[in-house]
């Protein structure tokens, strides 16, 4: 009987996509970041049309360095013939992402730890979304997004056990953190997955030294902005709950979204299935 092959995770799937479209992620330094705007390859207004003072200000933080190496940009390139001269391809940005490492001390600033027991619900296991894909892949993202809790509860059953030292309860929630700023892909080449792929090399490239993120999503959360919500809940991120309404996080606590194991993510999901993309 032949061994069935192991589902196409995104740390198989994402280098062979990549490849197989001519495409290319790239961790940018404020030098070369100076030099794709000085060609007029990162227009904020070919990325955001709305509010593309956000990526300005972002811009100019990265390249400032106003978060001392911690804010990071990535682009997604992909090869295209040149209209000028079709001889040659010529390398264009279709997406940006800015992400940043956040300190402890600002996630402990951020956190209600008396509240975050009250993260999760059934509704942010299972989301509205997840009728468009099969019972295997609705099955894979939702113990995804059961993990992204667990180590919270780890970490308030130790802070039961002994209520006098809640420390190391503290250190492990807030450590190991990034805040997805901004994901953005240009206009003209939306509705082709690429959110999925920026979102995806982002994610790895965050994971080499972090395990958790969080997210606001522009516009609204998932009745608002329905094509980010089902961006990220593909990922395993799940909704998370104002203060008001009993959620962990002080202001700015609304539409954010969390995803508390990134590894579990990237290794885990089906995304070759749950993409089509062939």
């Not at 700023?181 to 509705?191: F, V």
């Not at 329905?226 to 959620?247: S, W």
Request: hydrophobic letters at 35%; proline letters at 4%; charged letters at 30%.
């Amino acid at each position: 009987m032949d061994t069935p092959s192991p589902p196409q995770t995104l740390a198989r799937f994402l280098p062979a996509t990549l490849q197989s479209n001519g495409m290319r992620c790239r961790d940018e330094t404020p030098t070369s970041a100076q030099e794709l705007l000085a060609r007029g390859q990162l227009d904020a207004k070919d990325f955001i049309e709305v509010s593309p003072d956000i990526e300005n200000t972002l811009m100019e933080a990265f390249i400032e360095d106003d978060y001392d190496g911690r804010l990071h940009l990535m682009t997604l390139s992909m090869m295209r013939r040149d209209v000028d001269d079709d001889r040659h391809d010529i390398e264009e940005i279709i997406g940006v992402s800015f992400w940043r490492e956040v300190p402890a001390d600002e996630m402990g600033d951020w956190f209600d730890v008396e509240r975050i027991s009250k993260m999760i619900t059934k509704s942010t296991i299972e989301h509205e979304n997840d009728s468009d894909y099969s019972n295997d892949v609705k099955c894979r993202m939702k113990l995804v997004r059961s993990s992204s809790i667990k180590w919270i509860q780890n970490a308030l059953a130790s802070t039961d056990q002994d209520k006098t030292d809640t420390k190391a309860s503290i250190d492990q929630l807030t450590h190991s953190w990034v805040k997805i700023e901004l994901i953005a892909i240009k206009q003209s080449y939306r509705a082709h997955h690429l959110g999925n792929i920026l979102l995806g090399c982002t994610l790895a490239k965050a994971h080499e030294h972090n395990e958790h993120a969080i997210l606001h999503v522009a516009g609204g959360g998932s009745k608002n902005n329905i094509p980010a919500a089902k961006l990220y809940g593909r990922f395993g991120f799940v909704t998370v709950p104002r203060h008001d309404e009993g959620g962990p996080f002080a202001k700015p606590d609304k539409d954010l979204f969390v995803l508390g194991n990134i590894g579990k993510a990237l290794n885990d999901l089906p995304f070759e299935e749950m993409l089509q993309i062939k």
